[in-house]
């Protein structure tokens, strides 16, 4: 989250400390400073998705060749300057963060029906102004990068954290984001992604030393200041009547500016003029109004301690609680080695939640675009409780008597309020001849074990009896049969027209070129099509695009129609 408003006070009042700077030369730069390092450039992915996801017809989603197109783009005008990037992606909401993911969550539920009721009313595209994420964006993002052949990192906990750590530590010409954190790090130099001009690989870097002289502090004081303003770890609620007091005090009120920005100066005074202790910092905790928790400032200073820092507010013989706290961590997975494998899997983005559903048996997952007041389809969240109960009992292996530990989710869908997470019971599917542990599926190597692999999978979509079948399909076609399968299983308002929509989609635009398919006109929306990307109308202008393609493409299209219709026992 960073410091609220921070960034827009180095843009207003600090504009010294925004230097326009020519990636192509900094890397030249580094080259001849560091002939044994090529320059490097730490991503945070999180800042960068929206910037990437740049179609017009943004609310129907879908458009992933279209959004690969623009990444390639994106990642060949940095190889063409001969700059490596890495990805940082977030991986986990830490505990500490819970609560202020649920306040954006909130925030983004009232976004959505802002969305779907310009929708009905106006039956068209919203603009850019309303843009909201495609669902699971980030997540197909990071296999998108690993696709094109990118080093892509899944964070263990907080990203940038990760993200300043690493730059730091492999000394990178610069971070790459839009998170005024990194304006607090005492690590390598931050770059704005939103004042990137990629032609030309020019954009803001960002001044830790200008700022420091503007608000005549140190950079020692960054991790202080950060607190004393409200982050992650200190609530600003606990923190009015500081402000307050040190508003009537600093001399450097200024009218002219708004509340916040004559905070951020008045909080600079003060600390300005307290010594760098750690007894400064007690005296501090003891004044504020931290409740049972005295702690809080000790904490959150320490947060932005990297591996090897020390800090004066802070007494040298403490150890960094951002690492300590990730190896003091109970982990359901009592096996070793399957655990290890989870977690290098989950930094490589080679999974999704399995080790944070292997390590706490937790699991989040943010808002879709689905109209809260649609009765006739639930919420995703629900449609694929049934899988995900069993995929968790393959992840999480019965103890004795056959019980399962529970599952804590965290779904955004309409009725949750999110004051809790709903706990889950895992459910055994029905495999012929039991399910096969993790080992055997991780490890285990030989054609019994693939078809183990395949009948396991299939049936926590309850579709083991189709097997031969589906294994006859080619990979992608099956696995999509495999979805349509399952959902018209679970959504019974779902019609043959839906699912002839659907098959049309795979089957007619396969092949076609990302400039091809941004042609494409949607002409006009309707919240199902928002909502499933399901509605004909959505589809119609790749049928009248692509009209002598449809022809070629029906024959497979009705075999595939029967056979999902055999999988849900719908008569087609």
């Known amino acids: 989250m960073g410091v609220r408003g921070l960034q827009?006070?180095?843009?207003?009042?600090?504009?010294?400390?925004?230097?326009?700077?020519?990636?192509?030369?900094?890397?030249?730069?580094?080259?001849?400073?560091?002939?044994?390092?090529?320059?490097?450039?730490?991503?945070?992915?999180?800042?960068c998705v929206r910037?990437?996801?740049?179609?017009?017809?943004?609310?129907?989603?879908?458009?992933?060749?279209?959004?690969?197109?623009?990444?390639?783009d994106f990642i060949n005008a940095f190889i063409a300057a001969g700059i490596k990037l890495v990805f940082y992606f977030d991986g986990v909401v830490e505990e500490k963060k819970r609560e202020e993911w649920i306040k954006r969550r909130m925030?983004?539920?009232?976004?959505?029906?802002?969305?779907?009721?310009?929708?009905?009313?106006?039956?068209?595209?919203?603009?850019?102004?309303?843009?909201?994420?495609?669902?699971?964006?980030?997540?197909?993002?990071?296999?998108?990068?690993?696709?094109?052949?990118?080093k892509t990192v899944c964070t263990l906990q907080e990203a940038d954290f990760e993200v300043a750590a690493y730059g730091l530590q492999h000394n990178c010409i610069g971070i790459l984001g839009q998170d005024s954190d990194y304006l607090i790090y005492n690590t390598c130099p931050y770059f704005s992604i939103e004042n990137l001009h990629l032609d030309r690989l020019v954009t803001v870097m960002y001044s830790r030393e200008v700022l420091c002289h503007v608000l005549g502090i140190s950079s020692t004081h960054l991790p202080l200041f950060a607190c004393l303003l409200g982050n992650d770890v200190v609530p600003e609620s606990l923190l009015e009547g500081f402000w307050h007091k040190c508003l009537t005090t600093s001399p450097h009120r200024n009218n002219s500016y708004n509340r916040r920005t004559n905070i951020l100066l008045s909080v600079a005074n003060y600390i300005s003029k307290i010594p760098c202790s750690y007894n400064s910092l007690k005296h501090l905790e003891e004044m504020l109004p931290l409740g049972s928790d005295k702690s809080l400032l000790y904490r959150g200073v320490n947060s932005y301690l990297l591996p090897g820092q020390q800090s004066p507010w802070i007494p040298p013989n403490v150890i960094n609680c951002q690492m300590s706290s990730l190896q003091q961590q109970s982990a359901l997975c009592q096996d070793k080695e399957i655990f290890q494998l989870a977690k290098e899997q989950h930094i490589q983005s080679e999974n999704y939640s399995i080790f944070n559903i292997l390590s706490n048996g937790e699991i989040e997952c943010s808002n879709s675009l689905e109209d809260d007041y649609d009765t006739e389809i639930p919420g995703q969240a629900l449609i694929y409780r049934p899988a995900r109960q069993h995929i968790y009992s393959i992840l999480l292996e019965s103890g004795k008597g056959g019980a399962y530990p529970l599952v804590k989710e965290w779904f955004v869908y309409f009725g949750n309020p999110l004051k809790q997470p709903e706990l889950i019971q895992p459910v055994r599917p029905s495999v012929t001849g039991g399910t096969p542990n993790l080992k055997t599926l991780w490890l285990a190597k030989g054609p019994d074990v693939e078809k183990q692999r395949y009948s396991t999978f299939l049936a926590c979509f309850y579709l083991q009896d189709e097997m031969e079948e589906l294994q006859a399909l080619e990979a992608p076609v099956a696995g999509f049969c495999c979805l349509l399968a399952y959902l018209m299983m679970q959504v019974s308002s779902l019609s043959l027209e839906d699912l002839n929509a659907f098959l049309a989609l795979i089957l007619c635009l396969k092949g076609k070129s990302a400039a091809q398919l941004t042609g494409l006109q949607v002409h006009y929306c309707t919240k199902c099509c928002t909502q499933h990307c399901e509605d004909h109308y959505f589809i119609k202008p790749a049928w009248q695009s692509f009209s002598k393609r449809i022809k070629e493409i029906k024959p497979k299209q009705e075999v595939l129609k029967q056979l999902v219709c055999r999988c849900t026992y719908r008569d087609c």
């Not at 990437?52 to 390639?72: F, K």
């Not at 009232?110 to 009313?121: D, G, V």
């Open 8 to 47: 827009g006070f180095v843009a207003r009042v600090c504009p010294d400390a925004c230097k326009t700077v020519d990636l192509r030369e900094m890397a030249e730069k580094h080259r001849i400073d560091h002939p044994d390092s090529p320059p490097v450039i730490v991503v945070d992915a999180m800042s």
């Open 51 to 72: 910037r990437w996801y740049t179609p017009e017809s943004w609310v129907c989603g879908g458009q992933w060749r279209e959004y690969l197109a623009i990444l390639e």
């Open 107 to 150: 925030k983004n539920t009232e976004e959505i029906a802002t969305l779907f009721r310009f929708i009905k009313t106006h039956r068209k595209q919203p603009g850019r102004e309303m843009f909201v994420l495609p669902s699971a964006l980030p997540t197909f993002t990071r296999f998108a990068l690993k696709s094109l052949g990118q």
